[in-house]
Nanobody, 125 residues
Framework: QLQLVESGGGLVQAGGSLRLSCAAS????????IGWFRQTPGKEREGVSC????????NYGDSVKGRFNISRDIGKVTVALQMNSLKHEDTAIYYC??????????????????WGQGTQDTVSA
């Protein structure tokens, strides 16, 4: 059974960068649409980015467009989320997730079916 494990979170100053990685155990990420969402206490889950397995399409939430970049490694073993120009409001727990139905434009349309334990990212003001 697919299990997802996030790594790479931490503390960074505003304007800095972090790189998150999502790896799988029990299965592979190959041929799976994978995305990232984030959550902070008292707020709704927010879709960050998604990469489709069917057509390779990529979409981002509006708040991270132009700053974040999602990619698969060459062997499709991991999915990375490069986060640049970080802002204090990017502080959240970030989750890697398996997504069903591809990655339509608009994070509210992404269907998460499995996710990892999450990794805390803190951006100091």
């Amino acid at each position: 059974q697919l299990q997802l494990v996030e790594s790479g979170g931490g503390l960074v100053q505003a304007g800095g960068s972090l790189r998150l990685s999502c790896a799988a155990s029990g299965s592979t990420l190959n041929r799976r649409s994978i995305g990232w969402f984030r959550q902070t206490p008292g707020k709704e889950r927010e879709g960050v980015s998604c990469i489709s397995s069917s057509d390779g399409s990529i979409n981002y939430g509006d708040s991270v467009k132009g700053r974040f970049n999602i990619s698969r490694d060459i062997g499709k073993v991991t999915v990375a989320l490069q986060m640049n120009s970080l802002k204090h409001e990017d502080t959240a727990i970030y989750y890697c997730a398996k997504i069903e139905g591809g990655c339509p434009r608009g994070p509210r349309l992404w269907t998460y079916t499995r996710w990892g334990q999450g990794t805390q990212d803190t951006v100091s003001a």
